[in-house]
């Protein structure tokens, strides 16, 4: 047996009792939860400090608005833009775009792992655009800022590696939490979007940073509401039809905001311009249509407001429908940073207003309060957009604490959820992540998978042969090894080939020929070869393994020089002792 140069690397996380993990790991969930409530309260001063800095006085963002200058209307954005640009472009790439599939990403692919410095540029960057007017959303930006938090945090006191997707998820959740004064919102939205897979026992670790984070929010802004809910009564149950053709409709207008969005990103794509500047041209763009409506700047919820009180006319509301739309893919299409959830609010209350008083038209005598479905369509359009139907329904909810809308939005919700299942597939952050070619597989245990490297667990002490070595040398190694499968190496040591007893059996079948044998392995060995970098994961294997149907992978260093292998049998077995400590851990708590 031979053992190459490479040797596996230590676990930096530190090992002890799960009982003591347990409870270390939620006391860690309330600081968690009390950081990404700082962090959402330092974000929204930094916006509101923008908006007085940027824009003239006024009691609201649209006044502001209407009190400044047309030349700051126009140019403000695209200026914006272009700074947000030079430091996205420079120092924080992922800071660009909603933030929730950074996040995905992070806790899918690197297993909860965000670098430092995004909490603070991703803050500083979207609160100055959104102060700039930018149409883009604040609660994406909070769920990254409070989920590097969570991942920072837990790096800093070096717990195991596998609690971090549990306490990036706990920022996450709480930095909703702390935005919406919604605990269950929060906890909701980090298990049905942001974890493809987590221990039961871990949500409690989320629901505590949720709680923390939305008792600090009241400490900080006070218990007024995010928006001016009206009192929801529903007492004629043959309005249901009518929540679930808005439920259609809000399914049809998210899969169009999730197309426009990737169309905006596959234009500006192909624009030829350095990447800095694209974010300054959609803000260009933006500020031409600001002139004309302006209430398509910021984040939007005095437009929603307006819908909930039942202001807003039917010919403004359809204006702004189609408005919202195309200003927020630009927005997010030209890199600027910011999230889609707000958007999605404002295009959901235009939506609802635009069908209560569509049907009050031709049918008075239904008498429908447009402010309820403004609240509905809200909802339909979020669960449309995200693909989380039971997240929708909790956030209108909490902004209500009225049972009575509970059945009208799990209608409308749910139904708009399958259309855009049906008809498109992804919601708006799993397709941004295809763009990037990553796809999400949802599923159980896919988080043990993540997090165990296969640099850990890989085998360095095996047998292998080099493309000059004579057959009978190989002949030899079959018959003596217990398993006849083995990695060729050139005389750089560089991966070349692979060699197995089905490739040497017609060789073997001949005793002539294996005593007088002149031939060596390169005339034999099978070059095609199914390999993986050394830096993979062990979901990275299992799914070699299953496509390809291989008995083992040799593992790559970045000159293609072989650091070790791994059998398809030994990674079966190492996943299910994963998965029988994470069992383990659940059932002692």
Same mark, same amino acid.
Not at 133 to 159: D, H, K, N, T
Not at 538 to 559: C, I, Q, Y
């Given at each position: ?25 939620? @006391?860690?969930?309330? &600081?968690? *939860?009390? %950081? !990404?409530?700082?962090? +959402?309260? =330092?974000?929204?001063? $930094? ?121 990036? @998820?706990?920022?996450? &959740?709480? *930095?909703? %939490? !702390?935005?919406?004064? +919604?605990? =269950?919102?929060?906890? $909701? ?140 893919? $630009? ?259």
């Amino acid at each position: 047996m031979v053992s190459t140069p490479e040797t596996k690397k230590e676990r930096t996380g530190i090992s002890i009792n799960p009982r003591i993990q347990y409870v270390l790991l939620m @006391a860690f969930s309330v &600081a968690i *939860g009390l %950081a !990404a409530a700082g962090g +959402a309260f =330092l974000f929204r001063w $930094l916006i509101e400090n923008f908006q007085l800095i940027f824009w003239a006085d006024g009691h609201s963002f649209l006044d502001m608005i209407a009190n400044s200058p047309w030349w700051l209307v126009l140019l403000l954005p695209c200026v914006g833009g272009i700074i947000a640009g030079i430091i996205i472009t420079n120092w924080a790439p992922e800071a660009s775009g909603p933030g929730v599939p950074e996040v995905i990403k992070a806790i899918a692919v690197r297993g909860g792992l965000i670098r430092h410095r995004i909490t603070f540029l991703k803050a500083l960057v979207t609160s100055m655009l959104i102060g700039c007017g930018a149409s883009v959303g604040r609660e994406g930006p909070v769920v990254q800022i409070g989920a590097s938090l969570g991942s920072s945090a837990a790096r800093i006191f070096r717990l195991d590696p596998s609690m971090l997707p549990v306490c990036v @998820a706990s920022g996450a &959740a709480a *930095g909703i %939490a !702390a935005t919406f004064n +919604a605990p =269950l919102t929060g906890t $909701l939205f980090a298990i049905e979007i942001l974890l493809l897979d987590t221990e039961m026992s871990y949500v409690s670790h989320i629901i505590v940073a949720s709680v923390t984070a939305s008792a600090l929010s009241k400490f900080f802004w006070g218990d007024f509401p995010t928006f001016d809910a009206p009192k929801f009564t529903f007492n004629n149950f043959e309005e249901l039809i009518i929540f679930f053709l808005l439920g259609i409709l809000a399914g049809l207008v998210s899969i169009a905001f999730v197309k426009m969005i990737r169309l905006s990103e596959f234009c500006f794509d192909h624009i030829p311009m350095p990447e800095w500047i694209k974010p300054g041209l959609g803000g260009l763009l933006l500020g031409i249509m600001a002139l004309k409506i302006p209430a398509v700047l910021g984040v939007g919820y005095e437009a929603v407001n307006m819908g909930l009180t039942g202001v807003l006319p039917l010919d403004f509301a359809l204006l702004l429908l189609a408005a919202k739309l195309v200003a927020t893919s $630009l927005c997010i299409g030209s890199g600027m940073s910011g999230g889609i959830f707000a958007p999605s609010l404002v295009l959901g209350a235009a939506l609802g207003i635009s069908v209560s008083s569509t049907i009050n038209m031709f049918f008075p005598e239904l008498a429908l309060t447009h402010g309820q479905y403004a609240l509905v369509g809200m909802g339909t359009v979020v669960a449309g957009t995200t693909l989380a139907p039971i997240t929708a329904v909790l956030t209108v909810f909490e902004l209500t604490y009225s049972y009575k809308i509970i059945l009208p939005m799990m209608v409308g919700c749910i139904t708009s959820a399958l259309v855009v299942r049906i008809l498109n597939g992804y919601s708006v952050y799993e397709a941004k992540l295809l763009r990037q070619g990553v796809n999400i597989l949802r599923g159980h245990d896919e988080s043990v998978l993540v997090n165990v490297p296969l640099r850990d667990v890989m085998e360095t002490d095996f047998d292998y042969l080099h493309t000059t070595d004579s057959l009978k040398k190989a002949a030899d190694m079959v018959l003596n090894s217990e398993f006849p499968h083995f990695p060729v190496l050139d005389e750089n040591n560089k991966l070349a080939g692979i060699l197995t007893l089905r490739d040497m059996r017609d060789f073997l079948k001949d005793e002539h020929d294996l005593k007088g044998a002149a031939e060596v392995v390169d005339t034999l060995m099978v070059r095609t070869v199914v390999s993986l970098p050394v830096n993979s994961n062990l979901k990275e294997a299992l799914m070699h393994f299953e496509r390809t149907g291989v008995s083992f992978l040799p593992l790559t260093n970045e000159d293609y020089t072989l650091a070790g292998i791994i059998k398809s049998k030994d990674a079966m077995e190492i996943y299910r002792q994963k998965r029988f400590k994470n069992k383990i851990i659940s059932s002692s708590l």
